[in-house]
C-alpha cells in the first residue's frame, strides 16, 4: 500500500540480509520511523509494545523472529526457547501460536544446520501467503459493496464503518476489514468510510485514518460513541471489522468496542461483517467465551499522546491521580448479531456450519 505514494509492505528482510525492518506503528501518524529487528528479543517487544499489531502481522512478525534465533543458535533447545518467549508476547491473536508452531513444526525435522535458511523461507511463505489471503478478502467482500452501490442514486456514496485498524497495517499488505474498501475505491465506487476512533490506543484516528489518507479515501473520523447515532439517521449501509481470533462456532474477538457496534447495527439493521482470514480461525474453540482477553497497561486508558501545535508529540494525563483503570483490550460479538463473515473463500453465515462448508478440512473442538 502507499505511503506518500511509495509502495510499502508493513515488515520486510533488510538490504543487508542481517536483520529485519518493520513500521514502527507506535509512532505513526504524526512520523513515519523504521524500526529494524536484529535478535529475538528485537521481535519480541516489537509485538510486546506493538510496534507491530494486528493478528495477521504479529503471526509473521513471529515467524521472522524464529529466524532472527536460529541464526544464532539453531539447536532444539534455543528453538523452544524462542517459541515460547515469542508466544508470550501477546495472548489473544490466534495467529501469533498458528505461525510459530507452523514453522517449528517443519524445522524439529531438520538438521540445526539448515535451520535459519527453513525458517527464513518459510517466514517469506507467511508473509506472501498473508497478502494473497488478504486479496481473497477484497474479491470476496467487494460484491457486497457493489450490491449496495447499485441501490444508490448516480453518484450517491457507499458509507461503510469500521472499528480499530484492519487495514493493511494490521496485515503485511492490503488489509482485511479493509481490502473490500480498497477493491471498492480502486473500481470507481463513491466510498465514505467512518472511522471510529478506537479508544484508549485510537488506532482508528491514528492508524486507519492516515492509511485512508495515503490511499486517497473518502473518510471521517469519529468518536467511538456516535457509530449508534449515525445508524440511527441511516447514514451506514454497511459495517465492516476484522477480528484477532474467531471461534469455530462464528463467534468473533475483536478489538474493545467490537460488540457494541455489533449491537448498534442489529438493533437499526445494518448489516455487520467481519473479514476473517482462515488463519484468525482457532478451530480448538467451540465458542467464543474461553478466548482469552489480554488486560492491558492502565496507561493507556490513563494517558494519550499526541502532537502538539509546535509539532513536537507529547503525552498527558488523562485521568485523576489514584483512579483505578481496567483496560480490557478484546471483546467478544456473539455469532447471532455478524451478519456473515468474509473469508478467503467467501462469505458464509457465522455458524459452525457456515465454517465447515468453507473450510471442510478442518475439525472442530
Known sequence: MNVSGRPFRTIWPSADGAAIEIIDQTRLPHAFVIARLATLNDAAEAIRAMLVRGAPLIGATAAWGLWLALRADASNAALD????????TRPTAVNLRWALDRVRAELVALAPAARADAARRMAMEICDEDVALNRGLAAAGLPLIQAIAARKKSGERVNVLTHCNAGWLATVDVGTATAPLYAAHAAGIPLHVWVDETRPRNQGASLTAWELLNQGVSHTVIVDNAGG????????????????????????????????????????????????????????????????????????????????????????????????????????TPARLVTGLITERGVTEASAAGLRRLFPEHRVG
Open 81 to 88: 526457547h524462542a517459541h515460547a518467549t515469542l508466544l508470550a
Open 229 to 332: 447515532h449515525l445508524m440511527q439517521h441511516d447514514q451506514v449501509d454497511l459495517v465492516i471489522v476484522g477480528t484477532d481470533r474467531t471461534a469455530a462456532n462464528g463467534d468473533v474477538c475483536n478489538k474493545i468496542g467490537t460488540y457494541l457496534k455489533a449491537l448498534a447495527a442489529h438493533d437499526n439493521g445494518v448489516p455487520f461483517y467481519v473479514a476473517v482470514p482462515s488463519p484468525s480461525i482457532d478451530w480448538s474453540l467451540q465458542d467464543g467465551r474461553k478466548i482469552p482477553i489480554e488486560e492491558r497497561s492502565a496507561a493507556e486508558v490513563s494517558h494519550l499522546t499526541g502532537r502538539r501545535s509546535d509539532g513536537t508529540v507529547t503525552t498527558v494525563a488523562l485521568t485523576p491521580e489514584g483512579s483505578p483503570v481496567a483496560n480490557p483490550a478484546f471483546d467478544v
